[in-house]
């Protein structure tokens, strides 16, 4: 059974750092788009970023320029690294597979990340 877990959650100061990983078993990690996302209190899901197979990555404008996606096939990992953090980016940060066919999404359990002083 697929299963993505994610780590490196916590508590953070406005402009602190944070690294994320998430590791993947029971999937064929290097055929899968990797992706990020965060859900705040009250709101939507929404996408942070994503790296494709071939390593083309994609963010959105809220965090273009602080966060960084990765991957390592070997380790069957995806990473966000997440500088200069705000306020705003306190959410609950989830990891996401997709394969090639229709509906084949993976879900982690999501990990907390708050930013406050």
């Known amino acids: 059974q697929v299963h993505l877990a994610e780590t490196g959650g916590g508590l953070v100061q406005p402009w602190g750092s944070l690294r994320l990983s998430c590791a993947a078993s029971c999937i064929i990690f290097s055929i899968y788009d990797m992706g990020w996302y965060r859900q705040a209190p009250g709101k939507q899901r929404e996408l942070v970023a994503q790296i494709t197979t071939g390593g083309t990555t994609n963010y959105a404008d809220s965090v273009k320029g602080r966060f960084t996606i990765s991957r390592d096939n070997a380790k069957n990992t995806v990473y966000l690294q997440m500088n200069s953090l705000k306020v705003e980016d306190t959410a609950v940060y989830y990891c996401?597979?997709?394969?090639?066919?229709?509906?084949?999404?993976?879900w982690g359990q999501g990990t907390q990340v708050t930013v406050s002083s």
């Open positions: 996401n597979a997709a394969g090639a066919f229709v509906g084949e999404v993976y």
